[in-house]
């Protein structure tokens, strides 16, 4: 049995983190490196990804600078991502805040793309690589705006929805594998990414617990790739600060 100190442990795991230059990804990836995880960390900017390989403890990550929105950008991943015990999904855009009758298509389907299809093309591409070990835990950055939908975000709200809808389909397909698909809703995070979206003050302060910075909400998906986490799959954890609680927005 576990001791209380080992029950987050990461060690002997090979993780990837899709969007590990900035917020949430970043955060979980300096956590998971501290638990004893080894880390392969991708995005397309390359200064932020040494940045943070220079912060990593432990030995042995890699970096991968490279879109995943870009065909050969996938096919690098599976190239180099191999035997792979686990993965956090924090690539996402958030996106603008627009009305409804200003939001135009390209927005609509540059939302769908980064948050909706990218995530699905991209474990769809390792699965078929047979990068993934059986048993393996994925986990995905979903948004409390899949549920409650606040104004002006119907193309990021969707896109979450979609997002969280087909991992539930996913997961079926996999488990024979032992492999494990669960995602983490989180609400406003203060991440920069975040703060530079108008949301208003009537908004954020739906959230009754108030916003958290990244560092304190990482929790939630290394509990999910540990060992500790593998009678889960198929789930959602709801890390919101309270913003479910309360369905009447902005009206
Ligand atoms: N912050 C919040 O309040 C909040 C709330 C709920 C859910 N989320 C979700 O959490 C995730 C992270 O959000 P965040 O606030 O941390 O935003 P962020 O700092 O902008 O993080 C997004 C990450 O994804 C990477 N990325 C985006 N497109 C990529 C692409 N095509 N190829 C490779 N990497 C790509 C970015 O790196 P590069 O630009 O270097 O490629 C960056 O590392 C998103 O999915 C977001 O929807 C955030």
């Known amino acids: 049995m576990a001791t209380p100190e080992q029950l987050f442990r990461l060690d002997g795991k090979t993780l990837l983190i899709c969007g590990a230059s ?3 990804g970043r955060a979980i990836a300096l956590d998971a490196a501290r638990l004893g995880a080894q880390l392969i960390v991708v995005a397309r900017r390359e200064a932020l990804l040494d940045s943070l390989l220079a912060e990593l403890e432990g030995q042995g990550h890699r970096r991968l600078c490279l879109d995943l929105a870009s065909e050969e950008g996938r ?3 599976v190239a180099e991502a191999r035997n792979l015990d686990g993965m956090v999904y924090a690539a996402g855009s958030l996106g603008k805040l627009v009305p409804f009758h200003l939001l135009r298509e390209d927005l609509l389907e540059e939302q769908y793309r980064a948050n909706a299809l990218l995530p699905l093309l991209v474990t769809r591409a390792l699965l078929a690589a047979k990068a993934v070990r059986n048993g393996a835990s994925l ?8 549920r409650i939908s606040p ?3 119907a193309a990021y709200s969707g896109s979450k929805a979609f997002l969280a ?3 539930r389909s996913v997961a079926l397909d996999v488990v024979k594998k032992q492999i494990r698909i669960n995602s983490v809703m989180y609400g406003y995070v203060l991440t920069e990414a975040m703060q530079q979206l108008a949301v208003s003050d009537e908004v954020k ?8 910075e990244p560092e304190a909400v990482t929790g939630a998906p290394l509990f999910l790739l540990s060992d500790s986490g593998r009678w889960m799959t198929r789930s959602s954890m709801t890390i919101d600060a309270g913003l479910t609680l309360r369905q009447k927005v902005g009206i």
């Open 139 to 146: 986990v995905y950055l979903v948004s409390a705006g899949a």
């Open 205 to 212: 302060a739906m959230a009754p617990l108030g916003l958290p």
């Open 75 to 77: 096919a690098l991943l």
């Open 22 to 24: 900035s917020g949430l």
């Open 151 to 153: 104004p002006a975000s």
């Open 165 to 167: 809808a087909a991992l």
